[in-house]
């Protein structure tokens, strides 16, 4: 069965904008999709408590400095499975509010000024409109600074963390350890 991409190039795509307005009005540009997932769930899961949804990494600009580059992650909710093709009104019932669980662990690690994590630049909560996937639903933006070094992995593939020597991973998790707050 093809996979459904819910944060579709009609809403966002390389001429997307996101304005966030806290605690300054800074302006950002979609230039590249660097990826997506999914996790589209049933209505039995959602009953025990996960959440249907899919996450966006792209590449953004700032449109005032076209040199100023980002992370933004998108989280936006999205329809239990078999129901996709339902009207909007019948989506929007399954709307839900609250952050995800990786954008939470995020903001806690900003709010309690983690010094080891990547750099929170802007963070927006709003709901999906009523041409989107759940209307109502959950959407969140987090815009993060680019760091350099090499990616040890997502939640998807750990492989070049795994990949390295039983020494480079022990240094890196406690250097990790000793420099957490």
């Given amino acids: 069965m093809p996979t459904i991409r819910f944060l579709s190039d009609y809403h966002f795509n390389k001429e997307t904008q ?55 992650r998108i989280y936006m909710q999205v329809p239990l499975i078999g129901t996709e093709f339902d009207p909007p009104f019948k989506r929007a019932e399954q709307a839900i509010h609250g952050t995800p669980q990786e954008a939470a662990a995020f903001l806690k690690f900003y709010d309690e000024g983690s010094t080891i994590t990547l750099a929170l630049l802007r963070y927006k909560n709003t709901t999906q409109d009523d041409n989107m996937s759940v209307p109502g639903g959950f959407l969140i933006f987090l815009v993060w600074e680019i760091v350099p070094g090499l990616r040890l992995g997502n939640r998807v593939s750990r492989k070049q963390f795994f990949n390295l020597d039983q020494a480079e991973r022990n240094l890196i998790r406690e250097t990790f350890l000793r420099n957490r707050k």
């Fill in 18 to 72: 996101v304005d966030f307005k806290q605690p300054e009005h800074y302006t950002w540009r979609i230039a590249e999709r660097l990826g997506e997932d999914c996790t589209q769930a049933d209505k039995t899961e959602t009953d025990g408590g996960a959440k249907s949804g899919a996450t966006g990494l792209f590449l953004c600009e700032n449109i005032l400095d076209t040199f100023q580059r980002v992370h933004m």
